[in-house]
């Protein structure tokens, strides 16, 4: 499993997708933790000018915790996307193919790198 972004990112990416339309903001004091219940547990959320370690109304461990899984499975299935972006040939390249009349030999680096990645 690649991992997809830092632990605080896929924290508030999963409680985003949860909260709805509440606006919610909240602090930790160990990003470390955050992916875990314990570390859920340690967030002070904010209200206006009112702190509070309760979530706001909707806003659960259990349903955030499955929330960054979809999130890490969403991200998982398209890691073979993300290593083909990276070994493609580049815009430069392929203008160099075009001008150079080497088109094919493009072509054999893309679908070697294809097969390298497949879907």
């Known amino acids: 499993m690649a991992e997809m972004w830092n632990h605080v990112e896929k924290l508030w990416d999963a409680i985003t997708n949860v909260k709805g339309d509440k606006i919610v903001t909240y602090t930790t004091k160990n990003s470390n933790r955050v992916e875990t219940e314990e570390g859920f547990n340690e967030i002070i959320w904010v209200s206006g000018h009112e702190e509070s370690t309760t979530p706001p109304e909707g806003i659960t461990w259990e349903k955030v915790n499955a929330e960054m ?35 094919d030999e493009l072509q054999l680096k893309r679908q070697a790198t294809k097969l390298k990645f497949p879907k």
């Open 69 to 103: 899984i979809r999130l890490q499975a969403e991200y998982d299935a398209l890691e073979w996307k993300r290593n083909r972006e990276a070994e493609y040939p580049t815009i430069e390249e392929c203008v160099h193919a075009i001008l150079d009349d080497t088109l």
